[in-house]
Structure formats: structure tokens, C-alpha cells
């Protein structure tokens, strides 16, 4: 919510200055409002005095963003409690790597509507998991926005019925006069990791005295890599210290072999790393080098936006183009690991050196990299250009605005050093026979006129694109309902999605070793009229009802209202309720995608037996990720109610209850409930793919009776219902010391009641609170000291313990779920100072106590759980702003 004139502001700060982030704000007095002009905020289309509405809304202002140190939007927002990061740009293997995304409410990025300025942005090229779509929030300028407003609840009837689980709008600056110059540097206390952003903001002309106003922001930002070797923790891949697996690499120098006869497993002879018997009682060649935890990324970004006033209204025009570069290694080039050597004796010198257990003729699996090629990379281009235009003024009374709007996302991807199938297995197999030309996998290093043709570069590109025209009108003084005002809005929007995901042809067609390949091609066009009415049915009482009618050229037509109510009993008190509903077409991926990609399980049909257990029981599996053409869409139905209290002035509360109620919810079958169920539900068993059975392994394993795991089906379905109920607590104070300055205190935390989800369709919900990544709880504590120019602060960031299980609902290994992941707390300290006029300077300490990362060890989780803190251990930042007009 941002107010018009700063007289306004100052007494807003004073009604409930300690929630810091504006959340929750109370209504300014009869006699202060009517001084106020009329602004408009997130979750109404009807411009309003009141500082607060029925809905509740949390604003995080530049100055916090900047006292954050955060050097990304995904950052920023990852800092409170109700949000968690699923990607952050530093994934390699995910299916949309190099971008940045968000969920609410435990829901998926899908879910949350991403608004710049109120208005919609083109969905990311490469949908995450091959099924969500979501905004880039890489694709916007950190240095350019203003304030950001949060909507939880969902708004559907307003913005959209896909609104699911909430809004996130960022607001640029509008009528700025003047130049503003920030330098923003951070950097990993090792010396790796390092952050730069430089950005030049410029306004002039003045709307009201010259009649038009120009805004420039240009951003400049890299990121430097973090590496293993400087980081304690990762130097040592040999992660059995924490409970995990030893993850050293048993494929490089030289790598090692299994006899396919006796699934005997031994070192390749010469190894130059360490050999150690694994869980199978196998021989590995074990090795550990250097890797890139995360990626090198840069960013230029662009933005203008133009008003030009007129007779009764304003023209404007915003323009902004933002390209994101990440480069980050993806490991070395690898042979096809289900490839098998036909051994015809021993012709090859190498073969004589394998242990007694190996005889002339054996089959032959050969796990090595070509690590002479050295590390392969991942490249990620990706172009985002926004062309907005339009009209906005006033027509009998109504508050009017048009305009058309231009989103579009561009990717490529390029993989280098990647393996040709076909080719490498027929050198392998001519190296492993002794045969001139070929890979020799028994000698440690052949040379550049082997390796070279074996490897090639492969390429995936997308486009995202939507066009949005709209038409909307206000008038938030109708007509009036004793004595009070009544608001009334309505709009119309027509828009047209589409999206295009090419693969490189040969690793869709499975020539490409352990690589992927996903196909997408969609479109839909929705036609949408929404109306909002804001009646103050008693001087204590105001409801807000609204309407909306979508029709989907590929899902037909949807019809969701609104209700919200605000109750003002007394002087510092606030109760509200808002109820909507929701409509959320299958994704564009979700319809017309194929996708082969790979999954971590745990097989406890093999497992058992072999006396496996927790990450020793891991398999990765490819999966083959099908669309659905006959999904039915999602239906939702949001419920909150809410009570702020300021009894003092400088103690305010808010507590918010919400429940989500969704049907028809769609995923991938989940490839662990496949697995735990292959024999007990019929027509599962034909989606799993294994390799023949074993007779030496199944004599050596009794009750051992299936093959190896090696590949599933996962269609996209309609699994059932989702119901989620959670609250969220504000709670803050400012104590004033007169001359000493001023104490300020904030406490925010979410926590869900429940959290429950079918997993096949006709199932019912089971609980999956409690995972890994799903805490029942998140907590931010903050303590600030403001006295003069200055303010220190320090910040408590706080995740709840969890199962050491992704999700309860799997069949578990009783052993390993027990040991609970502990509870998780980084601090981070900030200080500020307005230097002099036009100088503020911002420096701090992220993760202040170097907490080290917390490690979870499931089967289907070996590895740190990143987002519980900050990985790279202590963070500095500092950030230099100089304003002058």
C-alpha cells in the first residue's frame, strides 16, 4: 500500500509502524483520512482511503530491501517465513535450470501469480519438474522495484482464477525525479561466492507541472562461483560423517567395473584414488575432486516507462528487456551406464589384472568418465522483453485504464561435452577388446583423436509468450449507503498463452548418455470479466464482494466469486474474513509435454533383501513424463479469517487462520508411490521397467526376486484433493527511548495445522506435513536499534525439524526416518546509515555464526537441505546508495 503524500505516510507509521513491513496496517482516523488521496492496493481494483482493507496484505518497502542484503528477488522473498525457494538459479539438474522461483502455502510455483505493476509476465521457457510454469523472478530488476505487496489468500475473482495460492506484485517507481546511483558488492567469507551489482535509476519531468515524466533504470549484476575445495563441509565428499553415503566419485581414475555374470564390482587396476568396499560388498575406485557448487551468472537489465499527461487521463508506456547468462558445470562426460562390454576372452592386457573372481569370456559393465575430455557445462541464455502500453484517466467519475500488454520469454541451452550413445559404447567396447582406435577404459589416459569424436554439444530452446488486452473502470464513490460510500469496479480481459520447447533431437531420441529431453507445444487463450463491489453495510462493517467469469478456448467456462468482510468493533481492532474460489487450468506442460528424465526412489523390493538401507537404497531410474490431453483442471476453494489488534500505540498483532480446499489436483503418479505399491495395485507393475532377474545375485540374497530398477512411466492424472490449514502470526513493538532512539521488535511465523494430499486418483488425503520440505513451521525474529542516522539490527531465521524423509507418506525404512532432522537457526546482522544528504550506506553479515548446513540421509534424499539456511556459511555485503536531484 503506498501513499500519495508524505504528511499521509508519517501518520500511517504512527497506527502500526512496528510491523515494519507494512503488514496489517489499521485505518488512519475519519478526520486524518479525508486528507489522504486515494490509492489503490494489492487485492482491490477500487482506489481507497483507508490504509487497510478486508484482505490482509504485507509490503516490503526499498528500504528494507536493501537493509536485507539481498543480492536477488529470490533472495529477498526466501528471508520470510511463508515463502520457500524451490529453485534459485543454482541447479544444474533441474529441468529448468538458471531460473528462480517461489511457492506460498506449501503450493507450487504454479500457483502463485507473479504481477510487475499490477500485470501479468510470460511464464519461464523450461517448465520446472515438466510441470510448472512460473515467472523467472531472475527476470526482474532488483534495482528497479519500489515496494513489494503480498497477498496470501488468494485472489482469483480479481486477478485471475489461477490465483491459487496467492499474489506477489512488484511496483517499479512511478513520476521519480532525479538520478540515483547504487553499488551493491557481497562475497563468501572464503573469498568465493562473490556478488556485484551496479545500477543507475534517472527521472525527469514532472506529470502535475510539466505534464510528463520519464523513468530509466539500468542494472549491471555477476555472480562468481563457490567451490568445493574452499568450503569444508564440501571438500570431503565422503558425507558418512553426517549419516549419508560416501559420494566421492567411484567413475573417475580410472573408475571402475562389474562382472555382469556374478555382479561382482572391483576397481579398475592402476586406480589413483582410494579402493573401499561399499554396502554390496563391491570394490570401488573412489576419488574426490574440486566441483562448482554454484553457478556463474550475470545479468543487464533495462527499463523505461513514459507518461505523457492529456486532457482527462495520462498515456503511458513501460519497455523493459532483462538477459540472464548462467554457466555451471554438470560434471564430467559419463559412458552409458547400462551399456554392457562383451569381454571375448582377453584380448586386452587390462583384462589380465582383474581379481580371481573374473574369467575369460564375462560380461562386462565399465563405470568411467571420460574425464580426459575434462568437466562438461551447462549454459543457460535466457532473454525477457515486456511491452506495455496504454491509457488511463477519468470518464464521468470512473477511474478508467486500457492498455496492451507484450510478455515474452526466450531460452537456450546449450550442454557441452555430451556423450553419442552409440558411438562411445562401440569404442568401449572395441577399448575393452584391445582393438586399435578404441576407448581403452583399463589405461588411465587416451588421448584427444579417441575421445573427441565421442562427444558433442547439445542445444534446447523455448519460447514463452503472452499478450494480455485489457479494458477496467472504478468508481469508488457510486453511490452512497448511509452516509458511507459505496466502490464499484469491473474489467475485461482477453490474453493468449502460448509456449514452444524444442529439445535437441538426439537426446529426445535417447543417443545422448544419461540426458534428458522434454517436448512442449501449447497454447490456450482466455477471455475474462470480473466485477468488485466495496459496500460499507455499517459504519464498523465493509464487505467486498467480487466476481469473475473466464472462459478457456481449451477448458470452456469458469465463474468464481469473492467475499471478504472487515469488522471494526472498536478503536485498534480489525476483524476480517474473505472466502473465494479458484480455477486452475492444466499447465501448457501438462497437456502436450513429453518428457525422459531421471528420479530418485528407494526400491525396497530389492533393498530388503540386499540389507540395504536409507541413502545406501537410493536408484535413479529414468522417467518417462507423459502429458494428458484428457486432465480435468483444479478447483479450489480459500478460506481465511483474521483478527489485527493494536491495543497500545506501539503494539500491534495479527494473527491469520487460512484453509485451501482444492479437488482434481494434478501431478506426476509419484514415482516412490509406484514403486512401494508395483504389485498391489493393478496396472502399476507394467510401469515399472526392470532389468532380467539375477540368479547369481538372488542365490547370494535369499528372497531377492525382482531385477534391477531402470526405468517408470509417470502420466500426468488427477490424484484428488489437497487441504492445507495454517496461521500466520505479526507480531511487533516499538519501544521509544525519547532521546536514545528507538527498540524495535517483529516477530513473523507461519505455521500449518495440516497439510494433507491424495497420491493416486481415488485415494484419499494423507498427511505429508512434516517432510524434509515441508516443516509445520517457519519463524523470523528481528531486533533493531535506530538512534539518529544509524539502525542495527539482527535477524533470527528459524525452520522447525522435520522427518528425515521427504514425505511421511512413503513406505519407510524405520531405522533412518526415526532420527529426526533437527530444527535450524542463521542469524544475519545488518547496519545502516544515512551518511549524508543523498548518501546511504547498508552493510552486513548473512548467516552471522557460520551455522553449518543440516544434512538429511533418506533414500530418496542424500544431501544438505538447502533450503534451510545459507549454504556457503558467513556472507558480507555492502551496498552504497547516492541519490541527488
Known amino acids: ?124 521457457g523450461f517448465a520446472d519438474g515438466a510441470s510448472n510454469s512460473f515467472v523467472d523472478l531472475n527476470s526482474l530488476p532488483l534495482a528497479a522495484i519500489e515496494s513489494v505487496e503480498i ?63 520519464v523513468l530509466l533504470t539500468a542494472e549491471l549484476a555477476k555472480r562468481t562461483p563457490l567451490w568445493s575445495d574452499k568450503h569444508g563441509y564440501y571438500a570431503n565428499s565422503d558425507y558418512r560423517r553426517f549419516g549419508g553415503t560416501d559420494k566421492r566419485s567411484a567413475t573417475r581414475y580410472l573408475g571402475s567395473l562389474r562382472n555382469v555374470e556374478t ?28 566441483y562448482q557448487l554454484t553457478p556463474h551468472s550475470s545479468k543487464m537489465a533495462f527499463s523505461g516507462i513514459f507518461t505523457q499527461q492529456l486532457a482527462g487521463g495520462e498515456l503511458f508506456a513501460e519497455a523493459a528487456f532483462t538477459n540472464n547468462k548462467t554457466t555451471q558445470q554438470s560434471g564430467m562426460p559419463v559412458f552409458d551406464s547400462s551399456f554392457v562390454a562383451e569381454t571375448q576372452g582377453s584380448l586386452n592386457p587390462g583384462l589380465q589384472q582383474l581379481p580371481a573372481g573374473f574369467l575369460p569370456g564375462d560380461r562386462l559393465q565399465v563405470f568411467r568418465q571420460l574425464y580426459e575430455a575434462g568437466m562438461a557445462e551447462q549454459a543457460v541464455d535466457s532473454d525477457t522483453l515486456r511491452l506495455v502500453a496504454g491509457w488511463r484517466g477519468s470518464v464521468r467519475n470512473w477511474d478508467s485504464e486500457a492498455a496492451f500488454s507484450f510478455n515474452q520469454n526466450k531460452l537456450w541451452s546449450a550442454n557441452s561435452k555430451q556423450v553419442l550413445k552409440d558411438a562411445a559404447n562401440a569404442a568401449l567396447q572395441a577399448g575393452v577388446l584391445g582393438q586399435a582406435g578404441g576407448y581403452d577404459p583399463f589405461v588411465y589416459w587416451n588421448p584427444a583423436s579417441v575421445t573427441d569424436p565421442l562427444l558433442t554439444t547439445t542445444l534446447r530452446r523455448a519460447t514463452s509468450r503472452l499478450s494480455t488486452a ?31 520447447d524444442t529439445p535437441d533431437a538426439r537426446a529426445e531420441a535417447g543417443q545422448i548418455a544419461e540426458l534428458g529431453a522434454t517436448r512442449a507445444k501449447a497454447s490456450r487463450t482466455v477471455i475474462s ?98 502429458g494428458n490431453a484428457a486432465l480435468n483442471p483444479e478447483k479450489a476453494l480459500n478460506l481465511s479469517a483474521g483478527i489485527v489488534l493494536q491495543p497500545v500505540k506501539d503494539l500491534s498483532l495479527a494473527l491469520d487462520w487460512f484453509a485451501l ?95 494433507k494430499q491424495s497420491v493416486a486418483p481415488g485415494a484419499e488425503p494423507v498427511s505429508r ?29 528459524t525452520v522447525a525439524s522435520t522427518l528425515n524423509i521427504v514425505d511421511p507418506s512413503y513406505e519407510q525404512d524405520p531405522a533412518i526416518t526415526r532420527r529426526r532432522i533437527p530444527s535450524f537457526t542463521a542469524w544475519d546482522a545488518n547496519v545502516s546509515v544515512r551518511v549524508r544528504d543523498g548518501w546511504m550506506l547498508n552493510a552486513g553479515v548473512n548467516n552471522l555464526f557460520d551455522k553449518a548446513p543440516v544434512y538429511a540421509n533418506s533414500p530418496t534424499l542424500d544431501s544438505i537441505v538447502q533450503y534451510r539456511n545459507d549454504v556457503v556459511g558467513r556472507y558480507f555485503y555492502l551496498n552504497m546508495r547516492y541519490s541527488f536531484n
Open 661 to 755: 480446499n482444492q479437488r482434481d489436483t494434478i501431478q506426476l503418479l509419484d514415482a516412490q508411490y509406484l514403486i512401494d505399491n508395483e504389485d498391489r495395485i493393478p496396472g502399476f507393475a507394467a510401469m515399472v521397467l526392470r532389468d532380467p532377474r539375477n540368479p547369481v545375485l538372488e542365490a547370494k540374497f535369499p528372497g531377492l526376486n525382482k531385477g534391477r530398477l531402470k526405468g517408470i512411466i509417470q502420466p500426468f492424472q488427477n490424484v484428488g484433493k489437497t487441504e492445507i490449514q495454517g496461521v500466520d502470526l505479526d507480531l511487533s513493538y516499538t519501544l521509544n527511548l525519547g532521546e536514545r532512539g528507538k527498540l524495535k521488535f517483529r516477530d513473523a511465523h507461519s505455521q500449518f495445522l495440516s497439510y
Open 470 to 500: 485489457e479494458w477496467k473502470m472504478s468508481n469508488p464513490e457510486l453511490f452512497s449507503l448511509g452516509g458511507a460510500p459505496v466502490g464499484f469496479a469491473w474489467g475485461a480481459q482477453i490474453s493468449h498463452e502460448s509456449l514452444r
Open 1 to 124: 500500500m503506498k501513499l500519495m503524500q508524505e504528511k499521509s505516510c508519517v501518520r500511517a507509521v504512527r497506527i502500526a509502524c512496528a510491523l515494519l513491513a507494512g503488514l496489517s496496517l489499521l485505518p488512519a482516523q475519519a478526520e486524518e483520512a479525508e486528507k489522504v488521496q486515494r490509492v489503490v492496493i494489492t487485492g482491490s481494483n477500487i482506489s481507497r482511503i483507508d490504509l487497510e482493507g478486508p484482505t490482509p496484505v504485507e509490503v516490503i518497502r526499498r528500504d528494507a530491501i536493501e537493509k536485507s542484503g539481498a543480492a536477488t528477488v529470490s533472495e529477498l522473498l526466501s528471508k520470510l517465513p511463508s515463502m520457500y525457494i524451490p529453485l534459485d538459479g543454482s541447479d544444474a539438474g533441474s529441468f529448468a535450470a538458471g531460473a528462480s522461483s517461489v511457492q506460498l502455502r506449501g503450493m507450487d510455483a504454479k500457483y502463485v501469480l507473479i504481477l510487475l505493476n499490477g500485470r501479468r509476465l510470460a511464464n519461464y
Open 151 to 213: 497477498l496470501r489468500d488468494g485472489a482469483s475473482a480479481i486477478y485471475g482464477s489461477d490465483a491459487v495460492a496467492g499474489v506477489i506484485n512488484f511496483k517499479t517507481r512511478k513520476n521519480y525525479r532525479g538520478t540515483e546511483a547504487s553499488v551493491n558488492a557481497g562475497n563468501n567469507q572464503k573469498g568465493d561466492g562473490a556478488n556485484y551489482n551496479v545500477s543507475v535509476t534517472t527521472g525527469f519531468g514532472d506529470i502535475d507541472n510539466d505534464g510528463r515524466n
Open 769 to 797: 506435513l512434516g517432510g524434509t520440505f515441508l516443516p509445520k513451521w517457519n519463524n523470523t525474529f528481528r531486533l533493531a536499534y535506530e538512534y539518529k542516522k544509524y539502525e542495527g539490527a539482527l535477524t533470527a531465521r
Open 263 to 290: 555382479f561382482e564390482g572391483y576397481a579398475i587396476p592402476g586406480c589413483r584414488g582410494t579402493i573401499e568396499t561399499n554396502a554390496l560388498g563391491d570394490q570401488l575406485c573412489l576419488t574426490s575432486s574440486p
Open 529 to 626: 470479466a470480473y466485477g468488485e463491489l466495496n459496500l460499507p453495510v455499517h459504519t464498523q462493517v465493509e464487505v467486498q464482494a467480487a466476481l469473475r467469469a473466464d472462459h478457456y478456448s481449451d477448458f470452456g467456462n469458469s465463474l468464481n466469486p469473492k467475499l471478504a468482510a472487515a469488522w471494526r468493533p472498536a478503536s485498534g481492532v480489525l476483524v476480517r474474513a474473505a472466502a473465494t474460489t479458484s480455477f486452475k487450468a492444466p499447465t501448457l506442460p501438462q497437456l502436450g509435454s513429453s518428457t525422459r528424465g531421471y528420479v530418485t526412489v528407494a526400491d525396497w523390493a530389492r533393498c530388503k533383501p540386499m540389507n540395504l538401507q536409507g541413502a545406501d537404497c537410493a536408484y535413479t531410474p529414468t522417467a518417462d513424463m507423459r
